[in-house]
Protein backbone atom coordinates (compact mmCIF):
# COMPACT_ATOMS: atom_id res chain seq x y z
CA UNK A 1 0.00 0.00 0.00
CA UNK A 2 1.05 3.43 -0.65
CA UNK A 3 2.35 5.78 2.36
CA UNK A 4 4.72 6.58 4.99
CA UNK A 5 6.93 3.45 5.86
CA UNK A 6 9.19 4.37 9.41
CA UNK A 7 11.53 2.76 11.73
CA UNK A 8 12.21 0.97 13.70
CA UNK A 9 8.89 1.22 15.73
CA UNK A 10 10.65 0.78 19.03
CA UNK A 11 13.77 1.65 19.80
CA UNK A 12 15.74 2.04 22.66
CA UNK A 13 18.93 3.84 23.54
CA UNK A 14 21.43 4.63 26.02
CA UNK A 15 22.50 8.73 26.52
CA UNK A 16 25.18 9.25 24.19
CA UNK A 17 24.36 6.43 21.33
CA UNK A 18 23.89 7.54 17.94
CA UNK A 19 21.40 6.20 15.59
CA UNK A 20 19.01 6.52 12.16
CA UNK A 21 15.42 6.40 11.85
CA UNK A 22 14.12 5.63 8.43
CA UNK A 23 11.51 6.86 6.54
CA UNK A 24 10.48 6.61 3.07
CA UNK A 25 7.06 7.37 1.23
CA UNK A 26 6.10 6.21 -2.11
CA UNK A 27 4.18 8.83 -3.64
CA UNK A 28 6.53 11.22 -5.12
CA UNK A 29 5.99 13.94 -2.58
CA UNK A 30 7.91 16.69 -2.58
CA UNK A 31 7.75 18.09 1.30
CA UNK A 32 8.84 15.81 4.15
CA UNK A 33 9.09 16.30 7.59
CA UNK A 34 9.49 15.10 10.80
CA UNK A 35 7.46 15.95 13.55
CA UNK A 36 8.10 14.55 17.41
CA UNK A 37 4.76 14.38 19.85
CA UNK A 38 5.22 14.77 23.71
CA UNK A 39 2.01 14.30 26.21
CA UNK A 40 0.65 18.43 26.04
CA UNK A 41 2.91 19.61 23.09
CA UNK A 42 1.16 18.66 20.18
CA UNK A 43 3.73 18.01 17.72
CA UNK A 44 7.24 20.13 17.21
CA UNK A 45 8.86 20.57 13.49
CA UNK A 46 12.28 18.92 14.17
CA UNK A 47 13.34 19.12 10.24
CA UNK A 48 11.86 19.20 7.17
CA UNK A 49 12.63 19.27 3.85
CA UNK A 50 11.10 20.82 0.41
CA UNK A 51 12.46 19.01 -2.19
CA UNK A 52 15.51 16.30 -2.73
CA UNK A 53 18.47 18.27 -2.08
CA UNK A 54 17.04 20.83 0.09
CA UNK A 55 16.25 20.93 4.15
CA UNK A 56 15.88 23.11 6.90
CA UNK A 57 15.23 22.99 10.59
CA UNK A 58 12.13 23.25 12.30
CA UNK A 59 11.43 24.49 15.98
CA UNK A 60 13.51 21.67 17.49
CA UNK A 61 16.60 21.06 15.68
CA UNK A 62 19.07 21.08 18.34
CA UNK A 63 20.61 17.10 18.74
CA UNK A 64 19.16 15.76 15.06
CA UNK A 65 20.31 15.59 11.56
CA UNK A 66 18.78 14.75 8.24
CA UNK A 67 19.20 14.80 4.32
CA UNK A 68 17.13 13.99 1.83
CA UNK A 69 19.30 12.59 -1.66
CA UNK A 70 16.11 11.13 -3.02
CA UNK A 71 12.75 12.43 -2.89
CA UNK A 72 11.47 8.94 -1.36
CA UNK A 73 13.99 8.87 1.64
CA UNK A 74 14.11 11.05 4.78
CA UNK A 75 16.28 9.41 7.45
CA UNK A 76 16.64 11.47 10.69
CA UNK A 77 19.56 11.31 12.35
CA UNK A 78 20.19 10.99 16.25
CA UNK A 79 24.06 12.61 16.97
CA UNK A 80 23.99 11.70 20.54
CA UNK A 81 21.12 10.35 22.30
CA UNK A 82 19.89 12.01 25.45
CA UNK A 83 16.99 11.31 27.46
CA UNK A 84 15.57 14.64 26.80
CA UNK A 85 15.07 13.11 23.21
CA UNK A 86 12.62 10.51 24.97
CA UNK A 87 9.55 10.98 22.38
CA UNK A 88 7.36 9.59 19.26
CA UNK A 89 8.88 10.74 16.30
CA UNK A 90 6.68 10.64 13.20
CA UNK A 91 7.77 11.40 9.62
CA UNK A 92 5.02 13.01 7.19
CA UNK A 93 4.68 13.86 3.91
CA UNK A 94 3.12 16.01 1.43
CA UNK A 95 1.92 17.18 -1.97
CA UNK A 96 1.88 20.97 -1.56
CA UNK A 97 -0.20 23.07 1.30
CA UNK A 98 -3.63 22.58 0.24
CA UNK A 99 -3.74 18.97 0.47
CA UNK A 100 -2.19 18.01 4.09
CA UNK A 101 0.43 15.87 5.16
CA UNK A 102 0.20 11.97 4.85
CA UNK A 103 2.13 10.52 8.62
CA UNK A 104 4.12 7.14 9.10
CA UNK A 105 3.07 4.80 12.04
CA UNK A 106 5.86 6.15 14.19
CA UNK A 107 8.88 5.43 16.23
CA UNK A 108 8.61 5.20 20.01
CA UNK A 109 12.35 6.65 21.07
CA UNK A 110 13.24 6.01 24.70
CA UNK A 111 16.91 7.23 25.75
CA UNK A 112 18.21 5.65 29.11
CA UNK B 1 3.73 33.78 14.01
CA UNK B 2 1.60 31.26 13.19
CA UNK B 3 -0.13 29.05 15.39
CA UNK B 4 -3.51 26.99 16.36
CA UNK B 5 -5.22 26.73 20.14
CA UNK B 6 -7.64 24.34 20.40
CA UNK B 7 -9.76 23.52 23.11
CA UNK B 8 -8.16 21.66 26.07
CA UNK B 9 -9.52 18.22 26.68
CA UNK B 10 -10.24 15.49 28.05
CA UNK B 11 -13.61 15.29 26.22
CA UNK B 12 -15.96 12.64 27.77
CA UNK B 13 -19.03 12.32 25.92
CA UNK B 14 -21.70 9.26 25.80
CA UNK B 15 -22.73 8.07 22.94
CA UNK B 16 -25.22 9.77 20.30
CA UNK B 17 -23.83 12.58 21.80
CA UNK B 18 -23.08 16.21 19.63
CA UNK B 19 -19.75 16.61 19.60
CA UNK B 20 -18.02 20.04 19.40
CA UNK B 21 -14.21 20.71 19.49
CA UNK B 22 -13.22 24.34 19.28
CA UNK B 23 -10.19 25.36 17.46
CA UNK B 24 -9.01 29.00 16.55
CA UNK B 25 -5.86 30.13 15.01
CA UNK B 26 -3.68 33.01 14.25
CA UNK B 27 -1.98 33.77 10.90
CA UNK B 28 -0.44 36.42 8.21
CA UNK B 29 -2.16 35.42 5.45
CA UNK B 30 -4.66 33.02 4.09
CA UNK B 31 -4.04 29.94 5.64
CA UNK B 32 -4.97 25.75 4.91
CA UNK B 33 -7.11 24.27 7.74
CA UNK B 34 -7.17 20.71 8.81
CA UNK B 35 -8.23 18.34 11.34
CA UNK B 36 -6.32 15.21 12.16
CA UNK B 37 -7.32 12.18 13.96
CA UNK B 38 -5.11 9.94 16.30
CA UNK B 39 -5.91 6.21 17.59
CA UNK B 40 -4.16 4.78 20.25
CA UNK B 41 -0.89 3.77 19.05
CA UNK B 42 -1.24 5.03 15.60
CA UNK B 43 0.16 8.30 13.51
CA UNK B 44 -2.56 11.16 12.24
CA UNK B 45 -4.84 10.99 9.76
CA UNK B 46 -5.97 13.64 7.78
CA UNK B 47 -9.80 13.88 8.66
CA UNK B 48 -10.97 16.88 6.96
CA UNK B 49 -9.99 20.05 5.68
CA UNK B 50 -10.89 23.14 4.01
CA UNK B 51 -8.85 25.66 1.96
CA UNK B 52 -10.02 28.87 1.80
CA UNK B 53 -12.40 30.98 4.03
CA UNK B 54 -16.57 30.25 4.45
CA UNK B 55 -15.31 26.38 3.17
CA UNK B 56 -16.83 23.24 4.49
CA UNK B 57 -14.86 20.21 5.01
CA UNK B 58 -16.54 17.16 5.86
CA UNK B 59 -15.96 13.60 6.55
CA UNK B 60 -16.99 10.62 8.21
CA UNK B 61 -19.89 12.36 9.10
CA UNK B 62 -17.91 15.21 10.99
CA UNK B 63 -17.47 18.79 9.25
CA UNK B 64 -15.60 22.04 9.83
CA UNK B 65 -16.31 25.38 8.88
CA UNK B 66 -13.48 27.75 7.38
CA UNK B 67 -14.46 31.16 9.13
CA UNK B 68 -12.34 34.23 8.72
CA UNK B 69 -14.33 36.77 9.89
CA UNK B 70 -13.89 34.61 13.75
CA UNK B 71 -10.02 32.80 12.68
CA UNK B 72 -12.03 29.70 13.89
CA UNK B 73 -12.53 25.81 12.37
CA UNK B 74 -14.68 24.47 14.63
CA UNK B 75 -14.88 20.45 14.31
CA UNK B 76 -18.70 19.00 15.06
CA UNK B 77 -20.47 15.75 14.15
CA UNK B 78 -23.72 15.15 15.42
CA UNK B 79 -24.08 11.94 16.88
CA UNK B 80 -20.55 9.91 17.88
CA UNK B 81 -19.83 6.20 18.42
CA UNK B 82 -17.39 4.61 20.40
CA UNK B 83 -15.29 4.18 17.63
CA UNK B 84 -14.91 8.01 17.27
CA UNK B 85 -12.71 7.98 20.66
CA UNK B 86 -9.15 9.48 19.89
CA UNK B 87 -7.14 12.29 19.60
CA UNK B 88 -7.98 15.19 17.23
CA UNK B 89 -5.39 17.89 16.03
CA UNK B 90 -6.40 21.11 14.63
CA UNK B 91 -3.81 22.59 11.86
CA UNK B 92 -2.79 25.17 9.52
CA UNK B 93 -0.42 25.07 6.82
CA UNK B 94 0.71 28.25 5.72
CA UNK B 95 4.00 29.47 3.00
CA UNK B 96 6.56 31.19 4.87
CA UNK B 97 9.71 32.28 3.83
CA UNK B 98 11.39 29.25 3.13
CA UNK B 99 8.71 26.50 3.04
CA UNK B 100 5.50 26.57 1.13
CA UNK B 101 3.97 23.91 3.24
CA UNK B 102 4.34 24.96 6.75
CA UNK B 103 2.05 22.84 8.99
CA UNK B 104 1.02 23.79 12.82
CA UNK B 105 -0.59 21.85 15.20
CA UNK B 106 -2.47 22.48 18.28
CA UNK B 107 -2.01 20.42 21.44
CA UNK B 108 -4.62 17.85 20.52
CA UNK B 109 -7.90 17.01 22.49
CA UNK B 110 -8.60 13.39 23.82
CA UNK B 111 -12.51 12.43 22.93
CA UNK B 112 -13.71 9.39 24.61
CA UNK B 113 -16.91 8.53 23.90
CA UNK B 114 -18.40 6.06 25.86
CA UNK B 115 -21.23 3.69 25.39
Known amino acids: NAGVTQTPKFQVLKTGQSMTLQCAQDMNHEYMSWYRQDPGMGLRLIHYSVGAGITDQGEVPNGYNVSRSTTEDFPLRLLSAAPSQTSVYFCASSPGQNYGYTFGSGTRLTVV | GNSVTQMEGPVTLSEEAFLTINCTYT??????LFWYVQYPGEGLQLLLKATKADDKGSNKGFEATYRKETTSFHLEKGSVQVSDSAVYFC??????????????FGAGTRLTVKP
Open chain 2, 27 to 32: ATGYPS
Open chain 2, 91 to 104: ALSLPTAYNNNDMR
